[in-house]
């Protein structure tokens, strides 16, 4: 994967990237036109920058509450591509909403997280993970057997303690909060966050 350097990107990342999003989501609510939005946008020159393979998240909220929140973790497509297919994700197929409607659009937030390379945290038990956490920076990938699942470094805010953020990443991944076990593997990636009100 190419590494996400955000010092490469111009001044308007975020509204570029939030666009994406948000233009994604209106095609989906209405079809009409899309075909023809699509070909304008093919026909523009697309900044280099956009595409660059990228893993991303797109996260939808209203009135300051979570609304959607859908990602990868590996960056299998570019930039641009990655941002609209997690916003349409996001706004429709977060299994914990219903799919977004028209009439909340207009106050939508969208918040795009960018995220760097995961890599591998080496612990023998959960004491040693919890001492290589990095509370406010690290995101971080859960994988045991079947079970999955991840926290953006955003949710160390409503979780700031090491030991209540992984035992909420573990029920995410339906494990108990006290277990462990030698097949837990566990990555920690880092987020260039873009959100524009």
């Not at 350097?5 to 001044?11: F, K, Y």
């Not at 209405?30 to 280099?48: C, F, I, T």
Request: glycine fraction near 6%; hydrophobic fraction near 40%; proline fraction near 7%.
């Amino acid at each position: 994967m190419t590494e996400f350097d955000p010092n490469e990107r111009p001044e308007e990342t975020a509204g570029v990237l939030t666009a994406i999003a948000r233009t994604a989501i209106e095609r989906e609510l209405s079809k009409a036109g899309a075909g023809e939005a699509v070909d304008k946008a093919s026909a523009q020159p697309e900044p280099a920058w956009l595409q660059e393979p990228a893993a991303t998240f797109v996260t939808l909220t209203l009135d300051g509450r979570l609304r959607g929140c859908i990602g990868t973790l590996e960056a299998k497509r570019s930039l641009r591509a990655d941002v609209a297919a997690n916003g349409r994700a996001a706004a429709f197929e977060d299994p914990r909403f219903p799919p977004l409607t028209a009439a909340e659009l207009d106050d939508l937030v969208i918040e795009v997280s960018v995220l760097s390379e995961p890599e591998p945290i080496l612990c023998r038990d959960e004491a040693e993970l919890l001492a290589a956490l990095r509370p406010g920076t690290d995101g971080l990938v859960l994988r045991c057997g079947a079970h999955r699942s991840t926290f953006l470094p955003q949710v160390w805010k409503s979780l700031p303690k090491p030991a209540d953020f992984v035992a909420a990443l573990k029920e995410k991944a339906l494990l108990d909060r006290d277990f462990w076990s030698d097949e837990m593997r566990f990555l920690r990636y880092e987020v260039e966050k873009y959100r524009k009100d």
